[in-house]
């Protein structure tokens, strides 16, 4: 088990990365602009169930396994890119509404079926980023004494240090954005503009996914 002082200084560190920018927060900002609030906690529960099965990797010793081969690692990304070609599609194709005709605006409409589906769509963002499984790999090694016992209760612990930080800070900007989002949808105008930009950033995404290199 890390001692207190690791933890604490882990989580600084982690709270500051969940800070930097990075596909994982840019997502959770669209869906909630986009979806309300709800959907982007969402959507942040996914991508923290996506750190779950990343941890379990480095713990179980797959990630080294995955790291040292470029088939695998190339299948993924390019796996990740298409993802979120999907997405851009779908962001350019999503309906406008507007809360003057009575219409329910899309972050009103969320049930329990489409949160659900808002977090698969975090869960498969996270999995499917195999520079996130990497880094995992790298990062909470360096955090694990082997002094302290074995390694893989240490990489487990810190790996839940890592999800708690990032569901807090993903989870502020979720009811932030969320927030801003439902002023954009008032109008139909800002909506239809909204859904071409996360298209936009979608396919940039893609395309930086696409391109990223062992």
């Known amino acids: 088990m890390p001692t207190a002082e690791t933890l604490i200084a882990f989580f600084g560190v982690s709270v500051l990365l969940a800070f930097s920018p990075g596909p994982d927060n840019v997502f959770v900002l669209l ?49 990740g890119a298409a993802y979120l070609a999907y997405l851009a599609w779908q962001a350019w194709r999503a309906p406008v509404t507007q809360a003057d005709t009575g219409v329910a605006p899309a972050a009103q409409r969320m049930d329990g079926r489409a949160l659900r589906r808002m977090s698969a769509r975090g869960m498969l963002m996270s999995l499917t980023n195999p520079k996130l499984l990497i880094f995992f790999l790298a990062f ?18 810190l790996g839940g240090v890592f999800m708690l930080a990032a569901f807090l800070v993903f989870g502020a900007m979720a009811c932030f954005s969320g927030a801003f989002g439902r002023v954009l949808q008032r109008s139909a105008n800002a909506q239809r503009w909204l859904n071409r930009a996360t298209s936009l950033v979608f396919v940039g995404l893609a395309v930086r996914l696409a391109s990223l290199q062992r």
Not at 54 to 70: D, E, I, K, R
Not at 145 to 156: E, V
């Open 31 to 79: 869906q909630s602009i986009r979806h309300g609030a709800r959907a982007g906690i969402a959507v942040v529960v996914g991508l923290c169930a996506g750190l779950v099965v990343h941890t379990a990797a480095v713990a179980l010793g797959l990630a080294a396994v995955f790291a040292s081969s470029p088939v695998a690692f190339t299948a993924l990304k390019y796996c």
């Open 140 to 157: 909470l090694p360096q955090f694990a004494d082997p002094a302290r016992g074995s390694l893989a209760p240490q990489i487990l612990v």
